[in-house]
């Protein structure tokens, strides 16, 4: 159990934090599947391939491989739209039960709110198929200032605590990529917990320098916070 005092706002990031962003991933799967099906022949089933590839271990060139195995000769038009797809489809998905709780839990004690970096509109659905909207105080994606502000950019941190008039220890910010998430929080002397759940997209991520958060927890259940 990890024990924190003297807490007064939780801000939480998103993917493998409080959903499991594999649902997501194989969400987008179905729905890419789905529109592509609608376009050209595929002899084997486009989804279960996806999903196969990216448990192999495949990032980034996924679409790629499944035109190419599918021998397909209009795959230089089909990338972008494939990934537009991806990025804009509603998804199905669900909060992780700990972290549901977690939400009802804190919500009349502390002041809540999320930091989420991606593309937009793909965080925005998530954040409305997951209904945060009524779970949260404050919601930054930081995608609406650019990408240059996603995280490790101090940014939405430095706004959260000009918003509550908070810093220091009086934060805490709970996530789970070690390489990039907790750099600006500790540098603001934020209270940091990395939920390492298993099978999440970086359960094996290596903490960068400066990165290594204060606390690691299995889950947000681990956590117990007083004001």
């Not at 709780?101 to 409305?128: E, I, T």
């Not at 990529?177 to 929080?185: A, I």
Request: contains cysteine.
């Amino acid at each position: 159990m990890v024990r924190i005092p003297g807490v007064q706002a939780v801000v939480f990031d998103l993917d493998d934090t409080l959903y499991p962003e594999k649902s997501f991933v194989f969400s987008g799967f179905e729905a890419v599947a789905a529109q592509l099906g609608r376009r050209v022949p595929c002899p084997f089933d486009a989804a279960a391939r996806m999903r196969l590839l990216f448990e192999q271990g495949v990032r980034g060139r996924i679409f790629d491989q499944l035109l190419a195995e599918m021998h397909c000769a209009e795959a230089a038009d089909l990338i972008p739209l494939m990934i537009e797809w991806y990025r804009t489809h509603w998804p199905s998905i669900e909060l992780f039960v700990d972290a549901e709780r977690a939400l009802n839990d804190m919500r009349s004690r502390f002041r809540l709110a999320l930091v989420s970096d991606g593309p937009l509109a793909m965080q925005r659905n998530k954040v409305s198929a997951l209904g945060l909207a009524d779970r949260l105080d404050l919601i930054i994606l930081t995608d609406q200032w650019g990408r240059e502000f996603w995280k490790p950019h101090p940014r939405a941190f430095e706004t959260i605590q000009n918003t509550w008039g908070l810093e220091g220890p009086a934060c805490l910010y709970v996530a789970d990529n070690v390489e990039k998430d907790f750099l600006s929080p500790l540098r603001l002397g934020w209270r940091t917990v990395r939920v390492h759940r298993q099978g999440g997209v970086y359960e094996n991520a290596q903490a960068a320098e400066d990165g290594q958060p204060e606390f690691e927890a299995g889950s947000l259940s681990e956590i117990e916070l007083t004001t």
